[in-house]
């Protein structure tokens, strides 16, 4: 279920994404040739891969269609305990939540090099409770219950950071070099490529 709504939305949004991200590549280019930075393949690609994300996120958040719900709901856990565990509605609107938001407390841990929960805390808390504001104005709900879920998805991709790289110390020394990055990121481009021509029907693979 959850793959269809992310290839749905993938097919929504690929001309403004394809537009956003050339102009940015080409930009990102000719900035590296003017100030003669080090161009290092896998850090770029994962700053493309955060930005591709956000847009995902925004466009799943601000999809009017995928809930039509509306109103207002300032009680904790008034929500979550209304769905029974494994039913489709409990993965959609807890698991889903709090799915939606890890890699968002991934890329922010990574970004801010979070060392404590509480360096996320405040930037999962601020980006939650607006797109809730902003989902109330476009006649979606404001749910309290949102914002703790997704803090929770947070804190899970905070840890999910802490562990990566509590066992990348552990790795040889090949596995902390910028070649070896550069292959593994590679190697999920192409693979994103293979998933992104088959989702907009180009057929290239």
């Known amino acids: 279920m959850e793959m269809k709504i992310l290839t749905s939305t993938l097919k929504e949004i690929w001309p403004m994404l394809t537009i956003f991200l050339v102009v940015l590549v080409a930009m990102r280019i000719t900035a590296i040739k003017v100030s003669h930075e080090k161009f290092i393949f896998y850090k770029e690609f994962l700053n493309f891969i955060f930005i591709i994300y956000v847009m995902l ?11 039509t719900s509306s109103g207002i709901n300032l009680i904790p856990f008034t929500e979550i305990l209304r769905y ?11 698991l889903g939540n709090i799915i939606i938001f890890l890699p968002f407390g991934y890329f922010i841990s990574s970004y801010v090099k979070a060392s ?9 808390f601020i980006t939650s409770f607006t797109v809730e504001i902003v989902q109330h104005y476009i006649g979606r709900s404001f749910d309290i219950d949102d914002i703790i879920l997704n803090v929770v998805g947070s804190i899970l991709g905070f840890f999910l950071y802490i562990a990566l790289n509590a066992i990348s110390k552990h790795l040889p020394k090949f596995f902390h070099s910028n070649g070896f990055y550069n292959i593994v990121c590679i190697g999920l481009l192409i693979i994103f490529l293979i998933y992104f021509s088959k989702i907009i029907g180009l057929g290239w693979f």
């Open 116 to 124: 404590k929960v509480n360096h996320i805390l405040f930037i999962s």
């Open 57 to 67: 996120l925004f466009q799943l958040l601000t999809d009017t269609e995928l809930n």
């Open 84 to 94: 029974k565990v494994g039913s489709q509605a409990f993965n959609m609107n807890v």
